[in-house]
């Protein structure tokens, strides 16, 4: 939900993705407006109107702070975590490592299953195949 509010110069944008915008550059790119604006390669009032709403943040600006700094866009437009693409929630890993080795496990019983099913198959194959050339034998005594 967008929340604008007017400003001198106009309608504000997103006031809740402005600041975040603000965390993220203090955070991870520079604590100093100027400075930081010099990183992201745009003038410091650009910077500046971002940050207090009057000027909306653009794709392009997104676009390089996902590639330069990881930024997670959703974190940016929806405040949805991590921060970082690079971040993983540890419950989750553990959720999916818990969830893998749960694999593994029912794999492993159908591998021993399918042996088991296998070596029996074998035995009936070859108790088939024995038949078999015991009636050919037979077979051809008859033929005589």
Do not use: C
């Amino acid at each position: 939900m967008r929340t604008r509010k007017e400003t001198p110069t106009g309608p504000r944008h997103d006031v809740g993705m402005a600041k975040r915008f603000k965390d993220f550059r203090k955070q991870y790119i520079d604590n100093n407006q100027k400075h930081a604006a010099d990183l992201m390669g745009i003038p410091q009032s650009r910077v500046s109107y971002i940050e207090n709403g009057a000027n909306p943040i653009t794709t392009e600006i997104i676009k390089h702070l996902e590639e330069k700094y990881k930024l997670n866009p959703k974190w940016l437009l929806n405040g949805e975590k991590p921060i970082l693409k690079t971040e993983t929630d540890k419950s989750n890993t553990l959720k999916n490592t818990i969830s893998l080795n749960d694999r593994i496990d029912r794999l492993t019983q159908e591998v021993l299953i399918l042996t088991k099913n296998l070596t029996k198959a074998w035995s009936i194959i070859e108790r088939q195949e024995s038949e078999i050339n015991s009636i050919q034998k037979q077979l051809n005594e008859l033929k005589r």
